[in-house]
């Protein structure tokens, strides 16, 4: 006979599974990857017209956001935050292949794609395309560029930002944010903005933490 966990055994598994520490990395990927697939400049969540008609004419048709008819939920990062910790507590270790391989079990419940052929597939195809984005993101060190700013307004840092923002929507939307609070100290005037320059307003949605 196989043997069998208690109940007492699997509430204390549970409770050694929710005591363990993520890396601040692997919380950032979490995070990144689950905004992702959230993010729309023009609020899809919050609009009549759903992709792909949403999507037609705005700067980002080719990003990842494009292939998202509806996005995923909170519950979506609570759920890969628990099987990152299930895994470091298992074999010690946490890493962003994991986070991948994982949250493809997690995507089918909890988001729905414009176009599906086979659905597994189609979100293999999309977490690659994840992967080659977050790559890129860590080669130009955007969320340090990103903090640094949020720190200190530096008129060089922004350029660089603004030339980011233009590739990565969810950059754009946090700065966005930190354009609007710039206005507001008088740092920038609303016709200097990116947001203003490209027709880019402030979603009104979850933040991204950036850390």
Known sequence: MPQVLTFDE??????EVLSEELEPDIIGYINI???DLQVCIREKERSEVKPPALCEGCHFIRDVCSMVKEPLSERATIALTHLAKAAKWLYGKCEMDDLFSMALWILPHRITLVRTRNLLDDLQGLLERERIKMEDRNVRRQWALLNNLMEKF????YRLARDAALEDVVFAEE??????KWVKEGILRRDELLSTQMGWK??????LKTT
């Open 154 to 157: 530096n008129p060089t840092l």
């Open 202 to 207: 402030v979603p009104k949605v979850w933040s």
């Open 33 to 35: 990857l689950v905004r």
């Open 175 to 180: 700065l966005i944010k930190l354009e609007e």
């Open 10 to 15: 699997l509430e204390e598994v549970r409770k």
